[in-house]
């Protein structure tokens, strides 16, 4: 079965609120038109840089063709840590604690995004307004409708856009999906993703004063203002509704967007999911254990399914998917229980009327026939997506960017039409075209503004 491509017009909706941002007019007025030439450094600032920040950091730190002219975070403490790092290696980046007045400086070109998901799509539109080309964190949105909003940002204003879900340029996955398309598993018709993670208790934590040094006001944002607690602060933040998507949205976009991408599919017609918090009891809010169903209504009465399943404790592995090196090397046929390799299993399979193809790692591999014979497979082998990104920085070829914007969105879409399935406790039917829920407009709020709103003046524009 041939798989439709993913649809990549715009919407044509008529903008329904405010002018759009205050600020963003401001950046806008003074945006910069440099483009960077052939044989120009690239000046990229990095935004968040306590957690995933730093791989940013290391990522960039190691092309040549690159300087990391500025580093911003709201925790003074992170900030100085990462500036004394770059110092040592002959580096000395601007510092700043405001992305607004990071964005005023004319001489960056791009900014590289590794805040809490909350921030993600405001904090991108704002860097096209200004003139700069966005490496954006997964998810890019923390709901469906900024999401499109920063598509239409990054169309408006000319810019590179590239979404970090970097296993588009992994060659051994590239070279799998590239193999599916072509036929391998025959008639293809189920793709799942696997998110089985370990993840311990957060636990309860009071109310204190905010850290010395940290710009909790910064740090909120869009979301609510709430009581400092050490849980909705570093990482633990991905636990709730605020400010992030739980594991689906955390780990799990990563593999929802192989799945996506192996089926060569858009927007599924119906979204389901079930789940639960499980076992804990603690402060998080999202669910730690979540079963997700997508299906798509293809040409000549054809239908394909995408499945997702979040899982956070004691699992199995599956397909090989989390085994380890050893055991996939020795083992015929899938291994199970603890004792077949690390805890964690997270990967993919896809299924198709001559055999199944496991990714994972990196690598993959497939079986084949019912006697589920060795097919290929490969090895992992090192990524290159910020190599990918400031090429296309300099090339200005849209085209040749490995995960831009629109096909970001369109992952993380299914993140938030799961969320809301889950939170609403119903099936959603879902018209691909409109990106809205038919009939449902308690679904629809959620899917725009995370039942939350956003807090001035930081407010996703709705006009870009």
Same mark, same amino acid.
């Given at each position: 079965?041939?798989?439709?491509?993913?649809?990549?017009?715009?919407?044509?909706?008529?903008?329904?609120?405010?002018?759009?941002?205050?600020?963003?007019?401001?950046?806008?007025?003074?945006?910069?038109?440099?483009?960077?030439?052939?044989?120009?450094?690239?000046?990229?600032?990095?935004?968040?840089?306590?957690?995933?920040?730093?791989?940013?950091?290391?990522?960039?730190?190691?092309?040549?063709?690159?300087?990391?002219?500025?580093?911003?975070?709201?925790?003074?403490?992170?900030?100085?840590?990462?500036?004394?790092?770059?110092?040592?290696?002959?580096?000395?980046?601007?510092?700043?604690?405001?992305?607004?007045?990071?964005?005023?400086?004319?001489?960056?070109?791009?900014?590289?995004?590794?805040?809490?998901?909350?921030?993600?799509?405001?904090?991108?539109?704002?860097?096209?307004?200004?003139?700069?080309?966005?490496?954006?964190?997964?998810?890019?949105?923390?709901?469906?409708?900024?999401?499109?909003?920063?598509?239409?940002?990054?169309?408006?204003?000319?810019?590179?856009?590239?979404?970090?879900?970097?296993?588009?340029?992994?060659?051994?996955?590239?070279?799998?999906?590239?193999?599916?398309?072509?036929?391998?598993?025959?008639?293809?018709?189920?793709?799942?993703?696997?998110?089985?993670?370990?993840?311990?208790?957060?636990?309860?934590?009071?109310?204190?004063?905010?850290?010395?040094?940290?710009?909790?006001?910064?740090?909120?944002?869009?979301?609510?203002?709430?009581?400092?607690?050490?849980?909705?602060?570093?990482?633990?933040?991905?636990?709730?509704?605020?400010?992030?998507?739980?594991?689906?949205?955390?780990?799990?976009?990563?593999?929802?967007?192989?799945?996506?991408?192996?089926?060569?599919?858009?927007?599924?017609?119906?979204?389901?999911?079930?789940?639960?918090?499980?076992?804990?009891?603690?402060?998080?809010?999202?669910?730690?254990?979540?079963?997700?169903?997508?299906?798509?209504?293809?040409? $000549? +009465?054809? =239908?394909?399914? !995408?499945?997702? *399943?979040?899982?956070?404790?004691? /699992?199995?592995? %599956?397909?090989?998917?989390?085994?380890?090196?050893?055991?996939?090397?020795?083992?015929?046929?899938?291994?199970?229980?603890?004792?077949?390799?690390?805890?964690?299993?997270?990967?993919?399979?896809?299924?198709?009327?001559?055999?199944?193809?496991?990714?994972?790692? $990196? +690598?993959? =591999?497939?079986? !084949?026939?019912? *006697?589920?014979?060795?097919?290929? /497979?490969?090895? %992992?082998?090192?990524?290159?997506?910020?190599?990918?990104?400031?090429?296309?920085?300099?090339?200005?070829?849209?085209?040749?960017?490995?995960?831009?914007?629109?096909?970001?969105?369109?992952?993380?879409?299914?993140?938030?039409?799961?969320?809301?399935?889950?939170?609403? +406790?119903?099936?959603?039917?879902?018209?691909? *075209?409109?990106?809205?829920?038919?009939?449902?407009? %308690?679904?629809?709020?959620?899917?725009?503004?995370?039942?939350?709103?956003?807090?001035?003046?930081?407010?996703?524009?709705?006009?870009?």
């Amino acid at each position: 079965m041939k798989m439709g491509e993913t649809r990549r017009e715009f919407l044509k909706t008529s903008a329904t609120g405010a002018a759009g941002l205050a600020v963003g007019s401001r950046l806008g007025a003074f945006a910069s038109s440099r483009r960077a030439g052939a044989n120009d450094r690239v000046r990229v600032a990095i935004c968040g840089l306590h957690g995933r920040g730093q791989d940013h950091i290391q990522g960039y730190s190691a092309l040549n063709n690159v300087e990391i002219a500025a580093l911003c975070d709201i925790d003074e403490s992170v900030l100085r840590e990462r500036l004394a790092e770059l110092s040592k290696a002959g580096s000395q980046p601007k510092t700043y604690v405001d992305v607004r007045k990071l964005l005023e400086d004319k001489s960056i070109d791009a900014i590289s995004i590794a805040t809490p998901n909350h921030w993600h799509s405001l904090m991108a539109i704002w860097g096209c307004q200004a003139g700069k080309d966005v490496y954006v964190e997964k998810p890019c949105s923390h709901n469906l409708w900024e999401g499109r909003q920063l598509v239409r940002a990054a169309d408006k204003y000319g810019r590179m856009v590239q979404h970090g879900t970097q296993s588009r340029s992994l060659p051994p996955v590239m070279e799998a999906v590239s193999k599916i398309r072509e036929g391998l598993l025959g008639d293809l018709y189920l793709s799942r993703g696997l998110c089985y993670k370990w993840r311990d208790t957060i636990g309860h934590t009071p109310v204190q004063p905010v850290p010395a040094g940290v710009d909790y006001d910064l740090w909120t944002g869009p979301a609510p203002q709430r009581p400092f607690t050490r849980n909705h602060f570093h990482y633990n933040w991905h636990w709730f509704w605020d400010y992030g998507n739980g594991d689906v949205g955390n780990q799990g976009v990563h593999q929802m967007d192989i799945a996506r991408w192996g089926l060569g599919l858009g927007f599924p017609n119906r979204i389901s999911a079930v789940g639960g918090h499980f076992m804990f009891d603690d402060d998080q809010q999202t669910p730690n254990t979540l079963n997700c169903a997508f299906e798509y209504d293809l040409p $000549g +009465g054809k =239908r394909a399914m !995408l499945e997702f *399943e979040v899982r956070h404790w004691i /699992s199995n592995h %599956e397909a090989m998917i989390g085994a380890g090196s050893e055991a996939a090397e020795s083992a015929e046929h899938p291994q199970l229980g603890p004792n077949a390799g690390t805890h964690n299993t997270v990967g993919n399979i896809f299924y198709g009327s001559k055999g199944y193809l496991a990714i994972s790692d $990196g +690598g993959y =591999r497939s079986w !084949l026939g019912k *006697e589920q014979q060795a097919g290929p /497979s490969a090895g %992992e082998s090192p990524e290159d997506h910020f190599a990918n990104f400031v090429s296309c920085v300099i090339s200005r070829k849209k085209e040749d960017l490995r995960a831009p914007i629109e096909e970001g969105h369109i992952s993380a879409g299914l993140i938030h039409l799961a969320n809301a399935s889950y939170r609403l +406790g119903r099936t959603l039917v879902f018209d691909p *075209e409109t990106e809205q829920v038919k009939g449902d407009e %308690e679904a629809n709020r959620l899917l725009r503004d995370g039942d939350r709103g956003y807090r001035p003046p930081f407010v996703v524009p709705h006009q870009v």
